[in-house]
Every structure is written in C-alpha cells, then in structure tokens.
C-alpha cells in the first residue's frame, strides 16, 4: 500500500515556475514507477510526465517537453515535478500516481495503482 501527498501548487504567473511534489508513504517507494497527470476544467485526465523506479527512463507529453521536468529522489520518497515557462493552458489540478509496472505503457492512467489527492496549478495570462 502506497499513500501520495501532493504539494506545491499555486497560483503563477504565465512564463513562472511552480515545483510540485509527491510525497510517499511507505518503504518500497524505490519499487514503483511514478507519473504526474493533470486534468484541466472540462477534461479528461492526461499524462504529463514518467519516471521509471530507478530515475533512469523518463518520458513527457509533447505538450510539456522542454518546460517540465520530473525527478524523484529515492531516500526521501519523493517524486518532483518542475514546471517551468508555465502557460494557461496549464492550468489544471495535478496528480502524482504509483505504478507496479508500465504494462500498459507510463502515459496510461490505467498502469497506475496509486493516487494522490492532487493539487491545483493555476496559470494566469
């Protein structure tokens, strides 16, 4: 069983950062693949980032490569979502999720076993 606690979101300002966190409850952290997905007014959740148990492989949304960027640090049980050059189309509640395995690949929803509560992100223009 994995708990995740989300933390750092805000209000920003179009261009800013934000740096979001997940915190996870639990001792085999270090096991699980770990993702960040947001979902906006009106829509259906969507992928944003991966990040393999290890640190070693990690993946992006063609929407947000080159702006965000994820992390994790092991020791402390935390996953890390920096966002930079925020837009407003970013604007959106954001989840960390826990995944057993990519079976069904890192930017499915469905491979996740494990969710936190979310946070809000809002951009404005």
């Known amino acids: 069983q994995v708990q995740l606690v989300e933390s750092g979101g805000g209000l920003a300002q179009a261009g800013g950062s934000l740096r979001l966190s997940c915190a996870a409850s639990g001792r085999t952290f270090s096991s699980y693949h770990m993702g960040w997905f947001r979902q906006g007014p009106g829509k259906e959740r969507e992928f944003v980032a991966a990040i393999t148990s290890s640190g070693g492989t990690m993946d992006n949304a063609d929407s947000v490569k080159g702006r965000f960027t994820i992390s994790r640090d092991n020791p402390k049980n935390t996953v890390y979502l920096q966002m930079n050059s925020l837009k407003p189309e970013d604007t959106a509640m954001y989840y960390c999720?826990?995944?057993?395995?990519?079976?069904?690949?890192?930017?499915?929803?469905?491979?996740?076993?494990?969710w936190g509560q979310g946070t809000q992100v809002t951009v404005s223009s």
């Open positions: 999720a826990a995944a057993f395995s990519y079976v069904l690949g890192s930017g499915n929803p469905k491979s996740y076993n494990y």
